[in-house]
């Protein structure tokens, strides 16, 4: 095997696992925060202990993810130098946007694991709905970068140099629209159907629990209002 398609490999089995908890960091923090916005309109306390859960689920999951993450942008530089030598002055701007949502969603994510009682619940529900924002926003502009590859743009290419450089209409490539929008509800539709898969099977060895039936319709509601 070559250092090029072991470098591949390498590359694809990163972001194949990363993937999944990309798309679930980006559609958990939607299904905790409907759960508790329903708690706070009616109420139900079952409502508040199907947050409570989502919310241990989602902080697991987004670790593992902020850990995958890490290796993938360590692989960028090590395995694709020349690469990234040429396009980190032309795509690297969205890189650094990621970071600072990154690090938005996981400070009010600690605020919304450690804030139950700590802070007023409506304030706490908030929290809660800059981490689904932070957590889209932070995709989406992971996403800019793939779309730029696929699409190029914000540079010219002269004599074997890149100049006029311009990292705006790199990042507002022809691609990002498309791809922004596909990624962002295909996460919303996938986590909303595998969640829905777990509860229906919780379910149905026991069809009248009201935890696992609350769960079942804001999951497939979120993965169906998603569907384009």
Known sequence: MDDLLFARLQMAMSLGFHIIFA?????????MVVAEGLYLRTQDPGYLNLAKRWDKGTAILFAVGAVSGTVLSF??????????????????????????????????LGIYLYGWTRIPPLTHWLAGVIVAISGAISGVFVVTVNAWMNAPTGFDYVDGQFTNI????????????????????????????????????????????RFHRRALGIALTVAMVSIP
């Open 23 to 31: 798309a679930v960091g980006i559609g958990m923090p939607l299904l």
């Open 75 to 108: 692989e960028l530089g090590l395995l694709w130098p020349t690469f990234m030598a040429h396009a980190g002055s032309i795509i690297g701007m969205p890189f650094s946007l990621e970071g600072f949502a990154f690090f938005t969603e996981a400070i009010f």
């Open 166 to 209: 311009d990292p705006i209409a790199a990042m507002f490539n022809p691609a990002t629209p498309h791809q922004v929008i596909h990624m962002t509800l295909a996460a919303y539709v996938a986590t909303g159907f595998v969640v829905a898969a777990v509860h229906a099977y919780f379910l149905l060895k026991d069809r009248q629990n």
